[in-house]
């Protein structure tokens, strides 16, 4: 089954410190792993995606295939990262379309 | 440009009642998503559009949940006999083809009183 377990459902941390959002997959065979992010009063938004390999926003995320994990680090925090974040996980290429699953997500709220 | 739009923003309504979620996708997207997100828990996968079609409606809960996406652009989720358990917000998402980046709407809280 497809699975996606986030621990942590909130996460505190101040300005400055390191963050890392952890982030469990379960699936049999080699899917593609994604962040979500939503900021306050905003909608749902990708933040970054494992195939890209990118930093967005200073965040990074690297994929451990052996532990199933996918988690989301960031060194130094800013104010503006508090927001909810959603790890999320769908089948590889090309069976079929992205459909996502989510975790339950992390609200993270960086403190002055 | 305009980004991904839902209407209406909020729906209240009374057990056993029929309602209509619309979505209006980017444009020129051909792939279109709905998902469901009860309080508490991360977006859950109901039906995806490519063009016209559902290619996969395995997240739709019951018989009581049906979309269609007669012209390949807007989309209409619809509820039958609604029940208190269907309170939720409904989030559509849109893309420019199966493997792309979603880009979500702002969701419609659905309120089965």
């Known amino acids: 089954a497809q699975r996606v377990t986030q621990p942590e459902k909130l996460l505190s941390v101040f300005k400055g410190a390191p963050v890392e959002l952890k982030c469990n997959y379960s699936?049999?065979?080699?899917?593609?792993l994604f962040w979500y992010v939503q900021y306050s009063r905003q909608r749902l938004q990708l933040l970054l995606r494992?195939?890209s390999r990118e930093s967005i926003k200073g965040f990074t995320a690297d994929l451990n295939k052996g532990e199933t994990s996918f988690h989301l680090k960031k060194p130094f925090a800013q104010e503006e990262d508090s927001a909810m974040y959603y790890c999320?996980?769908?089948?590889?290429?090309?069976?079929?379309?992205?459909?996502?699953?989510f975790g339950q997500g992390t609200r993270l709220t960086i403190n002055p | 440009g305009a980004g991904v739009s839902q209407t209406p923003s909020n729906k209240v309504t009374e057990k056993g009642k029929y309602v209509e979620l619309r979505c209006d996708p980017i444009?020129?997207?051909?792939?279109l998503y709905w998902y469901r997100q009860s309080l508490g828990q991360g977006p859950e996968f109901l039906i995806y559009?490519?063009?016209?079609?559902?290619?996969?409606d395995s997240g739709l809960p019951n018989d009581r949940f049906f979309a269609v996406r007669p012209e390949g652009s807007v989309s209409t989720l619809k509820i039958q006999r609604t029940e208190r358990g269907d309170s939720a917000v409904y989030l559509c998402?849109?893309?420019?083809?199966?493997?792309?980046?979603?880009?979500f709407g702002p969701g419609t809280r659905l309120t089965v009183l």
């Open positions: 998402a849109s893309s420019p083809g199966a493997y792309n980046e979603q880009f």
């Open positions: 699936y049999s065979g080699s899917p593609e």
């Open positions: 494992h195939i």
């Open positions: 999320a996980l769908s089948g590889p290429r090309p069976q079929g379309a992205q459909k996502l699953v």
């Open positions: 444009s020129g997207h051909t792939a």
């Open positions: 559009f490519q063009g016209t079609g559902a290619a996969d």
